[in-house]
């Protein structure tokens, strides 16, 4: 499951050796950084990936006018700058380089923690301008103080480690990550209402949420110690920077190191000329390892991914990040070719879906047959949103979300791999097939019960049909497609139930001439190539 990737653009400054991955791969590279808004959007459309950094915002309207866009990547982690939710909408991936920052963002927190303690962004100047104050910097130890750690990712795991070498205790707080995780790092996990009294130093190392945003507050500096020391190297946005300066006003915060903010560069300097503020711009990942390295990871996660071999650092597309190996590929295609059929066999839009597979190697594969199952429905029902659109397993599971369909799975043990699929529609038809992989290719097993003495293919052209038994009923059914102007490369029948069989044929193409011969001789028929 390549994703063809002809063209690229680099919107924003990285490294030349980003470029040269790509060239390397047979992709071809087009570097521009000084596109306005207008001839971004203008020029967007040529690409089918994007490469930035901070500068360029990629807009809604920007994904909008990608028309060949497939993935966007940013050669950084956070991915602020992109709307993720209008590229999930168009099935565009959207990925970062988690860990190319990461020493490199630890160290700078490091860095601004030590220098709070011995005020050495006002020691320096104050040689500078020929002063020798010593008495005017009287510093603190680290050793024995807590730094609190608010987010104990890859970076906030390296900041405690390298705090932990000064004889500080390390305690912090994560949502997904627990306390197991943060004891290997010698750092006591706790809630935040247990953490901000015990603190003398805090970092914050989260994304901008609406969870994060001004989570260190008012309310929060007033439950700390007096004299409390903040450092975000983060984003900007998570300290309540007018809350901060009431702080460092009062005393409250005895001083912060600040590498982010709200706006960047910022037009108020009130605290960045605080004097118990060090602040520098936004310098976390600005060295050339890093840029070196998130500028070589992102042009190889692009390579991966336009060769099939894996999808890392996605951060809207968990279904295709286990759907890319050739051991599930087949899979997918058949939860795809599960979904179109499904849709071909029911009259009006499907309320609910659920999927249950079978079998030990399926047992984790619920999502992305979901997501499969559903991008097939959704292409072939037209009830995926925009016509433009393309329908994929990134956007699939948003689109059905947005239209109200209820998706549901789970998995059974068995010793044959196989998938069942149930849809029933807002009239209260349901649908119930089944399919498993033979030989590397989809098949269908059973429609509403009925098993296929022989499996039918769900490869290329297929026609579908149901219909009365009858001993006649192939012959006739034949003689109808040659009337039809097609040809006929197999042909599965299932057993009866409740006086219908259903039929799969494979065709060489796609009738031409419509299906009025094969309507005078069954009760449905559909074809579609899948």
């Known amino acids: ?133 010593r008495k005017a910097f009287m510093g603190t130890e680290l050793n024995g103080k807590t730094l609190g750690i608010i987010g104990l990712g890859r970076i906030g795991r390296e900041v405690a480690l390298r705090m932990q070498s000064f004889g500080m205790t390390t305690i912090g707080f994560d949502p997904i990550i627990g306390a197991d995780v943060a004891a ?80 960047e560069p910022p037009k108020d300097l009130t605290l960045v000329q605080h004097p118990k503020v060090t602040a520098t711009p936004h310098l976390g990942a600005s060295t050339v390892e890093a840029q070196s390295r998130v500028a070589v990871e992102i042009a190889e996660q692009f390579v991966d991914l336009a060769q099939g071999k894996q999808l890392f650092g996605a951060i809207n597309a968990p279904a295709l990040t286990n ?23 029911t009259q009006g839009p499907a309320a609910s879906i659920q999927l249950v597979s079978v079998g030990a190697e399926l047992e984790k594969a619920g999502s992305y047959l979901s997501a499969a199952v559903l991008a097939g429905y959704l292409r072939s029902s037209k009830a995926g949103g925009d016509a433009g659109v393309s329908l994929n397993l990134v956007n699939a599971p948003v689109l059905a979300k947005q239209a109200g369909l209820q998706v549901t799975t789970s998995s059974l043990p068995g010793p044959l791999p196989g998938v069942s699929v149930t849809l029933s529609t807002s009239t209260g038809q349901t649908v119930q097939l089944a399919g498993t992989v033979a030989g590397g290719n989809p098949v269908l097993t059973s429609v509403q019960g009925s098993q296929f003495t022989v499996p039918a293919s769900l490869s290329g052209p297929v026609l579908v049909f149901s219909a009365s038994p009858s001993p006649n009923l192939l012959p006739s059914v034949i003689d109808a497609v040659g009337k039809s102007g097609g040809s006929v490369l197999g042909l599965s029948l299932s057993n009866p139930v409740n006086s219908t069989v259903y039929g799969v044929l494979n065709l060489s193409a796609l009738l031409s001439n419509g299906l009025e011969a094969l309507k005078k001789t069954v009760s449905t028929v559909n074809q579609t190539a899948l």
């Open 1 to 133: 499951m390549a994703i063809e990737l002809r063209r690229v653009l680099i919107s924003d400054e990285v490294d030349p050796k980003c470029v040269e991955v790509l060239q390397s791969h047979g992709i071809e590279v087009v570097k521009n950084t000084k596109l306005s808004k207008a001839e971004l959007l203008t020029e967007i459309q040529k690409y089918d990936g994007l490469i930035v950094r901070s500068a360029t915002k990629v807009t809604a309207d920007v994904i909008k006018a990608g028309t060949n866009l497939k993935i966007i990547g940013r050669a950084g982690t956070g991915v602020d700058n992109i709307d993720c939710q209008a590229a999930t909408e168009r099935g565009i991936i959207v990925m970062n380089t988690p860990g190319g920052n990461t020493l490199s963002a630890a160290e700078h927190t490091c860095t601004l923690i030590i220098s709070l303690t011995r005020d050495l962004a006002r020691a320096a100047q104050s040689m500078k301008e020929g002063r020798w104050d």
């Open 323 to 345: 759907a890319l190996s050739p051991q599930t590929q087949p899979w997918v295609k058949l939860g795809e070719s599960l979904g179109v059929v499904a849709s071909l066999l």
């Open 184 to 263: 290997e790092f010698n750092t006591e996990w706790m809630p935040l209402e247990q953490l901000w009294p015990r603190v003398d130093f805090i970092t914050v190392h989260t994304p901008l949420i609406p969870a994060t945003t001004n989570l260190i507050n008012d309310a929060v500096f007033s439950k700390c110690k007096r004299g409390v020391r903040v450092v975000n190297c983060a984003r900007g946005g998570i300290i309540d920077e007018a809350a901060l300066l009431r702080a460092l006003e009062s005393g409250q915060c005895g001083g912060a190191g600040l590498d982010v903010f709200v706006e």
